[in-house]
C-alpha cells in the first residue's frame, strides 16, 4: 500500500477497528471492578486471589494465542489475522453481556470463569489487529497517519464505554445498605448496558471487516523462517529494547487501569457525589473528546522531536495533570474536579498516539535481525506483561483499602472519614506518578530513536519482503 493509495476510507476504515478492541476492554475496565465489588459484594481479599489467577492467565494466553497467530499459515482469502479477527468477535461481542450475568451463589467462581474466558476471546482479537498495523503500514509517515485515526476512534469507543453505562445504569454503585430490590435493579440495568455495548461492538465492526482489512500474503520462505514458540519467546524477552519499552507501556497501562477503576468511588467519596453517575461519564467524556482533539498537536511534536522524546515529555506532563486531585475535596469541588479530569485528557492523547509506533520500530529492528516479522508474537507478550499492570492495580488498591479502614467488602468503615477520602487521593496520584516517572527513566535508557533508528529504517529499504508495498 503505497502512500498515494493511502486514501481516508483506507484510514478510517482500519481505524474502526479500534471500536470493538477499545470498547470492550474499556467497560470492562470501568465497570468490572465496581460492579463485582460493590454490587456484588466480592470480598476485596478473594478478588485480589481471583485477579492474580487471572494474572497466572495471561502469562499463557497472550504469548501462545500471540505466537499461534504467527505461526498459522495463510487461509486464502481469510489470510491468518483476519481468521482469527473473525474467529474472535462474535464470542467478544456476548463477553459484554456474560459479564454482567452472575448466578446466585456462585459469585466468586463465575468472576473467575468470565474473565477468564473473557481474557481468551479479546486477546485472540487483540493481538491480531495489532499485529496488522505495522504490517500494513510500513513507514512511520503511513503509521502516523493511520494512528490519528486508530486513537481519534479509540477515543470515541472510550467515550461510549465509559459514558454509555451512566446513561443505562444511573446508579453505578448502590448505597450502604441498599435493599434487594435496589440492588437487583442496578444489576439488571448493567445487563442492559452490557447488551448495548454488545450491539454496538458488532455494529462498528462491520466496516472494519468489510474493508479495513488488507492483509499482506505471506510466502513459504518467510513463513519458514519463523522460530518455534519456545524460541520466539526466548528472542522476545531477550531483545532489550522491548523490554525497556515494554516496562514503560506497562506503567502507562497501570495508570489506565487505575484510573477508571477508581474514579467512580473517588468521586463517590471526595466529592460527595450520590446517585448522578452521569457526571462521572461526562468528565471522561470530556477528556476524551480533549484527548482526540489534542492529538494532530502530539503527531506534530513526534515528528518534530522524535516519538521517544514526545512520549517522554507526556508521560512528565501527565503526572503534573495528575497532580491538583490531591488539591479539591467536598461537593463544592465537585465541577473543579470535572475540569481536572477532563484536562488529564493532554496527556492522555500522547500516551495512546506514540506507544504503537514506538512499538512497531521494535518489531522491525527485530525484523531486521531474524529477516521475518513476529508482530503478533510481541504483541502477544506486551499484552502479557501489561496486562500484570492489572494485578498490580489490584494489590495497590487491596494495600490501600486496608490500611484506610474499608471493610472486607464495599463499604468503609472507618469512624474518620477522611481517611478514606486520603486513601482515594493516594491511588488516584501518588502510585500513578510512581509509575509514570518509572516510565520516564526507562524510555531514558531505549536507543531505538534519532540516527540508530534512521540506519535501520535505511537497513529495511534493502529487504523488501519485509516492506512490502
Known sequence: MSEDTLGLKDKFCFGLSAIPDQLTYQAFQFLIFTFYFTVIGLDITMMLLIYILWGIWNAINDPLLGALSDRTKQKGKWGKRKFYLTLSIGPLCLMMILLFCVPTGIEAFYFLFIIFLFELVYTLFDVNVNALFPEMFTTEKKRAAVNLFVKGLTVVALI??????????????????????????????????GVALAILTALMSLPFFLWGIKEKEEVQEQFEKRPSFLKSLKITFTNKEFIKFVIANTCVWYVFNILPTILTLYFVHVFEL???SIL?????????????LIMPLHRKLGAKIGMRNAFMLTLGLWICALFPFVLVSGEEFLILGIIITALNGIPLSGALFYVDILHADVIEEDALKFGVK????????????????????MLTIWVVFTGT?????????????????IGL?????????????????????????????????????????????
Do not use: C, Q
Open 374 to 393: 513476529r508482530s503478533a508474537s510481541y504483541y502477544g507478550v506486551n499484552a502479557f506483561i501489561h496486562r500484570l499492570g492489572i494485578i498490580i492495580t
Open 274 to 276: 450520590s446517585g448522578n
Open 160 to 193: 461510549i464505554a465509559s459514558l454509555l453505562p451512566t446513561i443505562l445504569v444511573p446508579t453505578l454503585v448502590p448505597g450502604e445498605s441498599a435493599p434487594v430490590e435496589v440492588v437487583e435493579g442496578i444489576k439488571l440495568n448493567y445487563i442492559t448496558a
Open 425 to 469: 487521593k493516594v491511588l488516584i496520584f501518588v502510585f500513578p506518578a510512581i509509575a509514570l516517572i518509572i516510565g520516564i527513566v526507562t524510555m531514558k535508557f531505549y536507543t531505538l530513536h534519532g540516527e540508530k533508528l534512521e540506519r535501520i529504517r535505511e537497513e529495511l529499504k534493502k529487504y523488501p519482503e519485509l516492506m512490502p508495498k
Open 405 to 421: 479502614g474499608w471493610d472486607k467488602t464495599y463499604t468503609p468503615v472507618t469512624s474518620d472519614p477522611a481517611l478514606t477520602i
Open 280 to 292: 462521572i461519564g461526562i468528565s471522561l467524556m470530556l477528556a476524551f473528546v480533549i484527548a482526540a
